[in-house]
């Protein structure tokens, strides 16, 4: 007779079969108190890994940039925002003040590009 091991609970085969054909569980529940020490970390670790990857959004990358040029890039950024959080805040910060600085230099010639836009525009949509 083969035995299944999960965990600290064995079952046999014939109490599988038994439940199968009767259509209830026989299987023990599982015991979430069990955690050991490396189950804590390395979900801890899966979790800030995942946030951390999901929250950093780096510049729009060159089209002559390939997937793993991107990657890597991204993959950078990110052990970046876990080893020195405050970098990124500073990055964003100056990111933030050169978006300022553009609107302000540009400040008086929105409406020409807006015109500029609609022209071209309709003249691609009407050919």
Known sequence: MLDHDWGNTTISNQSYLDATLTGRATLPAPKFDERTLW????GCL??????????????MPSPNDGRIRIFMARLELMIWALVVPEMIIF????QWIGA????KLFE??????TLINRILRNSTCSS
């Open 39 to 42: 189950n804590i970390v390395t």
């Open 91 to 94: 990055w964003a910060l100056r």
């Open 100 to 103: 300022r600085r553009l609107a």
């Open 108 to 113: 008086g010639t929105a409406m020409i590009f």
């Open 46 to 59: 899966a979790t800030v890994f995942a946030c951390t990857w999901v929250s950093v959004h780096p510049n």
